[in-house]
């Protein structure tokens, strides 16, 4: 049932912002060197590799590496890379992975392929063995601002409790606090 969900919801969604997705595609064109998407290596369910598409917010050679982690992180963004990441309109392509089935619109938000400490936690709490979402309990609960071991424990409550209803509350909190720009830092 929650695969039929997501697919529903996130064609609609596709269908729904095809005219904000090609505006945003032009802005990126227009305002830096590079394609407008960029595919990012990604775990997924059951720590499978996958490729995850996203609006490229970051110049060409910023180093792959979990935002948090570069030392001023702003130097790399591109000029529309700040509003992209902050009203998290950057994330919009992730819709196909859903679409294809390598992401759930709720679930842990996917590692990178390269953040061991995260796969590991995630692993030995058996978060990997769902999908990595658009969204999830953490990106309501601090997004930015917690630790990986607080993400890690909200990423284990929510696979311990799955259920649409949980899904739906999760995803109309994403909408408030996406629109609030509540816990974005990078």
Do not use: C
């Amino acid at each position: 049932m929650k695969r039929f969900f997501d697919f529903i919801l996130s064609l609609f969604a596709l269908i729904i912002l095809v005219v904000p997705i090609f505006l945003i595609t032009i802005a990126v064109k227009l305002t830096s060197k590079g394609p407008a998407l960029y595919w990012s290596n990604r775990i997924g369910m059951n720590n499978m590799p996958f490729k995850m598409p996203k609006f490229r917010s970051m110049h060409e050679g910023t180093p792959i590496v979990a935002t948090h982690l570069l030392l001023n992180s702003s130097k790399y963004l591109t000029p529309v890379g700040n509003f992209l990441r902050k009203s998290s309109l950057d994330e919009l392509p992730q819709l196909w992975s859903i679409i294809v089935g390598d992401m759930s619109l709720v679930g842990p938000r996917p590692a990178l392929f390269n953040q061991f400490d995260l796969i590991e936690l995630r692993t030995g709490k058996n978060v990997h063995r769902i999908r990595p979402g658009l969204t999830g309990l953490a990106q309501i609960s601090g997004r930015d601002k917690l630790l990986i071991t607080a993400k890690v424990d909200y990423d284990a409550y929510y696979a311990k409790n799955i259920s649409i209803i949980f899904d739906i509350k999760i995803l109309i909190l994403t909408t408030i606090n996406v629109v609030k720009r509540v816990g974005v830092l990078y």
